[in-house]
């Protein structure tokens, strides 16, 4: 064990030294030129920030090259009418899939469950003669009892989201089997028995394009979703449930990401507070550390993005650089030096002007910064 300790120490000492990267003593000050950053690192930086605009890009080039390739066929009102009711289901199943993904979870079974839901419609207002509208509502209550029954084993139970949807799957479908015996109800049958089973398949023209009632529908239901989840407090709280490390930060008014338990305890006293009294926000500066052998490495504020950095060197393993954007302290890399994080922390959140040629000079007592 002390061998293979001494191996990584060694491998470690022979890395590049991050101090000879940014400067010496004697290379207090170094300018970084952000404009100088190729094409394809700023776009990778914006897509990294705005992963929803991916899919957007894939749907463009898809639509695109398959007008290319099946020319103006493609882009014929028929056509692009016949797309938009296809998609109509997927696109429905699709908007209930995110909120179980953005919970961090995953359901394998949402399609079967839709099926068995319908079967049950289908099976009573046609075959056995419930008039259809108490025959939806069954059929809704066996789309949220199955839907129940997967949540009750992954929150409940612990079970892992991917195993349980799986089986759940094969029984719901194997169910589906079962009580359709392989056979499909005819639309004729339904037509004369359940006609309101087929409101959502209606079509309306307009201006050429054939659009059923279930399109409007669907994108319907994808307004509504968007505006829950960006406009009201259930959203951020569907977020937060997914993922608490994401969130949208007061101090540089972008959306972050924080992997540390400084973030998930203090946003948890800040949710307590609010359950007594709805006032507070959370206004932590971002900040991470880590312990590295004998080194403690810490990290405060954004330093993604800056126009300068210079560094305050004490010795060979105590030093603080730190991050400056139009004149202002926005954040500090620290080797060895929480005390200088902690001063740099009370600079950043009360926006306090400071010297930089007195931050960079280590006899400086920077508590003076605060008087």
């Not at 990584?8 to 300018?31: R, Y």
């Not at 949540?151 to 409940?156: D, N, Y």
């Not at 210079?310 to 004149?327: A, G, L, P």
Request: aromatic residues 12%; hydrophobic residues 45%.
């Amino acid at each position: 064990m002390n061998n293979s300790s001494d191996n990584i120490k060694k491998d470690l000492s022979e890395q590049p030294n991050f101090k000879n990267e940014i400067g010496s003593k004697d290379q207090d000050h170094h300018t970084f030129d952000l404009g100088n950053q190729s094409t394809l690192k700023k776009i990778q930086h914006f897509l990294h920030g705005n992963p929803t605009i991916v899919p957007v890009i894939i749907l463009i080039l898809s639509v695109i090259a398959f007008g290319f390739i099946a020319g103006g066929k493609f882009f014929s009102a028929f056509n692009l009418s016949l797309i938009v009711q296809q998609v109509t289901i997927v696109g429905i199943l699709a908007a209930a899939q995110t909120l179980i993904i953005l919970t961090a979870g995953i359901d394998l079974s949402v399609a079967a469950m839709m099926v068995l839901a319908s079967v049950f419609m289908g099976k009573l207002s046609v075959e056995m003669g419930m008039p259809t509208l108490p025959a939806i509502i069954v059929g809704m209550i066996v789309g949220v009892a199955t839907g129940a029954i997967n949540g009750l084993l992954v929150t409940r139970l612990r079970l892992p989201p991917f195993i349980v949807t799986l089986g759940t799957w094969n029984i719901f479908f194997a169910l589906v089997i079962f009580f359709t015996g392989s056979q499909s109800i005819r639309s004729s049958d339904i037509e004369i028995n359940a006609p309101l089973l087929h409101f959502w398949g209606e079509r309306i023209n307009l201006g050429g394009f054939v659009f059923t009632y279930g399109a409007f529908l669907m994108i319907a239901i994808f307004v509504f979703l968007w505006f829950l989840l960006n406009k009201t407090a259930w959203g951020r709280h569907v977020y937060a449930i997914g993922d608490v490390a994401n969130y949208k930060s007061l101090f540089n008014n972008d959306y972050i990401r924080e992997e540390s338990w400084n973030n998930a305890e203090k946003q948890a006293l800040i949710f307590l507070k609010n359950l007594i009294e709805n006032k507070f926000s959370y206004d932590e500066i971002p900040w991470f550390w880590t312990d590295q052998f004998e080194n403690n490495f810490q990290i405060l504020g954004n330093i993604n993005s800056f126009d300068s950095v210079f560094q305050r060197v004490y010795d060979d393993n105590k030093s603080i650089e730190f991050y400056s954007k139009k004149n202002n302290i926005i954040g500090a890399f620290a080797q060895n030096m929480g005390r200088d994080i902690k001063i740099t922390r009370e600079i950043i959140k009360n926006n306090i002007s400071c010297d930089f040629d007195l931050l960079r000079n280590p006899d400086y007592n920077l508590k003076n910064i605060l008087k």
